[in-house]
Antibody
């Protein structure tokens, strides 16, 4: 059974840094692109970033470019999102997501989400 | 960047009715369009990908259509469990933006 489990959700100070993780199981992690998608409280979905199977290609939404870094460790079946220079508007539930192999940016499995709150 | 819009923003329909949601892209995206359903407090579920392909396990009352810049999601024979928010997302080029969502309420 495919499982994606985020961890690391927390309250973080504006301007601070934080890393969230996603542990996956039930599929060959190294065969899938992965994404992070976020949802601010009471708001819609926002695509944040994705990363190729081997980590060699990464894409970001403009609002996080230069501040967030997506990475993966295929040996540990884990996906990460390093978030720096955090702002109040980064407050959201962050979902880890698996993309269907061979179909661009089409998410077939989602984690339950990790809440990151940026506030003083 | 490609912008996605949806209409209506909310919709109320009765059990057994048909509901249609429209999604428009700000530029041509061929058939690179996905539809997701989200219920409160839960992650989204993939319904349709590549504009019209039904994801495995999704009831056949869901269907998608369109290409270029104009797309539709139709739910035929509405059921109480179809009450949710529906999002379109393009998969053409990054950034892969979502539409603002359409909240469907079943009367």
């Amino acid at each position: 059974e495919v499982e994606l489990v985020e961890s690391g959700g927390d309250l973080v100070q504006p301007g601070g840094s934080h890393r969230i993780s996603c542990a996956v199981s039930g599929f060959i992690f190294s065969s899938h692109w992965m994404s992070w998608v976020r949802q601010a409280p009471g708001r819609g979905l926002e695509w944040v970033a994705n990363i190729k199977e081997d980590g060699s290609v990464k894409h970001y939404v403009d609002s996080v470019k230069g501040r967030f870094t997506i990475s993966r460790d295929n040996a540990k079946n884990s996906l990460y999102l390093q978030m720096d220079s955090l702002r109040a508007e980064d407050t959201a539930v962050y979902y880890c997501a698996r993309l269907i192999s061979g179909i661009p940016e089409t998410i077939d499995y989602w984690g339950q989400g990790a809440l990151v709150t940026v506030s003083s | 960047d490609i912008q996605m819009s949806q209409s209506p923003s909310s919709l109320s329909a009765s059990i057994g009715d048909r509901a249609t949601i429209t999604c428009r892209a700000s530029q041509m995206i061929t058939t690179s369009l996905n539809w997701y359903q989200q219920k409160p407090g839960k992650p989204p579920i993939l319904l349709i990908y590549s504009a019209s392909t039904l994801q495995r396990g999704v009831p056949s009352r869901f269907s998608g259509n369109g290409s270029g810049t104009h797309f539709t999601l139709t739910v035929s024979g509405l059921q109480p469990e179809d009450s949710a928010t529906y999002y379109c997302q393009h998969s053409y080029v990054p950034p892969y933006s979502f539409g603002p969502g359409t909240k469907l309420q079943i009367k």
